[in-house]
């Protein structure tokens, strides 16, 4: 099993370009997230998916967009990037919805905005 | 929602226990306490979580206060793989983690 996988792994994005980073998970997992890691900071939840169909918002969602394609896929786009989306993008999946149950953490995306 | 407060970084010796603590005094009767590390340049893993009692797993042992005010994580035996950032984490049901700044133990050899 390859786990939660992300791609690009590395990007660089001028101001106003858009972008989509892409996730898939292997485990048969209903729900699934997008977090952003700032330099130093924990983890913020931008935006989840408690089963395919479903998407809600999480702590800091402006500036992007979700998309459940299937069971095993969400993707995250940036339509119009800014310096302070800079961050390193992390996807996760877990078995239970909120409620509870390990996430399993994919690899992430760095991602810089100049 | 309720805060946890862990201190930036502890050290510790390789093979040694490490008790890594956790305050989270406004915690509530759903909320369990999580447990998840990151290693440089990783995205988080699990570690533990539980509710009232004391847990224990492969990774590590979860030992809760019985006013549930504060936890301590403990690594029997320290590891130089162990070195990573280690979050503690209150989750209510049906609501999301919020990640603090965690602490970042270092391991000496």
């Known amino acids: 099993n390859a786990g939660v996988t992300q791609t690009p792994k590395f990007q660089v994005l001028k101001t106003g370009q858009s972008m989509t980073l892409q996730c898939a998970q292997d485990m048969n997992h209903n729900s699934m997230y997008w977090y952003r890691q700032d330099p130093g900071m924990g983890l913020r939840l931008i935006y989840y998916s408690a089963s395919e169909g479903t998407t809600d918002k999480g702590e800091v969602p402006n500036g992007y967009n979700v998309s459940r394609l299937n069971k095993r896929e969400f993707s995250l786009r940036l339509e119009s990037a800014a310096p302070s989306q800079t961050s390193v993008y992390f996807c996760a999946s877990s078995e239970e919805g909120l409620a509870g149950g390990e996430q399993f953490f994919g690899p992430g995306t760095r991602l810089t905005v100049l | ?109």
């Open chain 2, 1 to 109: 929602d309720a805060k946890t407060t862990q201190p930036n970084s502890m050290e510790s010796n390789e093979e040694e226990p490490v008790h890594l603590p956790c305050n989270h005094s406004t915690i509530s009767g759903t909320d369990y306490i999580h447990w998840y590390r990151q290693l440089p340049s990783q995205g988080p893993e699990y570690v533990i979580h539980g509710l009232t009692s004391n847990v224990n797993n492969r990774m590590a042992s979860l030992a809760i206060a019985e006013d549930r005010k504060s936890s301590t994580l403990i690594l029997h035996r320290a590891t130089l793989r162990d070195a990573a950032v280690y979050y503690c984490i209150l989750r209510a049901l049906y609501n999301d983690m919020r990640f603090g700044a965690g602490t970042r133990l270092t391991v000496k050899p």
